[in-house]
């Protein structure tokens, strides 16, 4: 079992940085590649952005690419969001996510894909 606790989500006006934090616990968390991922009211579960567990390996959405950033940080259990130039339709709850263990660099792009979530952090970008 793997607990996921996010947390830095909050209100921010347009242009504004936000950075979002997701603490690990359980398992090793070294061998799970991670994934956020956020739901805005209305509409379905996106991926937002995923990192492996190893190698360094990312992927964006295109409508964050550029502007976030995903990292990950093995020794302290962390996966972190960095937000730049927050737009209103960011707005939206976001969650993190630990995929099924993986033994290479590999990230996943589907919800599918992760075993573990949660409970979310909301972030709202006022215009």
């Known amino acids: 079992q793997v607990q996921l606790v996010e947390s830095g989500g909050g209100l921010v006006q347009a242009g504004g940085s936000l950075r979002l934090f997701c603490a690990a616990s359980g398992r090793t968390f070294r061998s799970y590649p991670m994934g956020w991922f956020r739901q805005a009211p209305g509409k379905e579960r996106e991926i937002v952005a995923a990192?492996?567990?190893?190698?360094?390996?990312?992927y964006y959405a295109d409508s964050v690419n550029v502007r976030f950033t995903i990292s990950r940080d093995n020794a302290k259990n962390t996966v972190y969001l960095q937000m730049n130039s927050l737009k209103p339709e960011d707005t939206a709850a976001y969650y993190c996510a630990a995929g099924r263990v993986a033994s290479g660099s590999v990230y996943y792009r589907h919800s599918y894909e992760y075993n573990y979530w949660g409970q979310g952090t909301q972030v709202t970008v006022s215009s």
């Open positions: 990192i492996s567990w190893v190698g360094g390996m990312t």
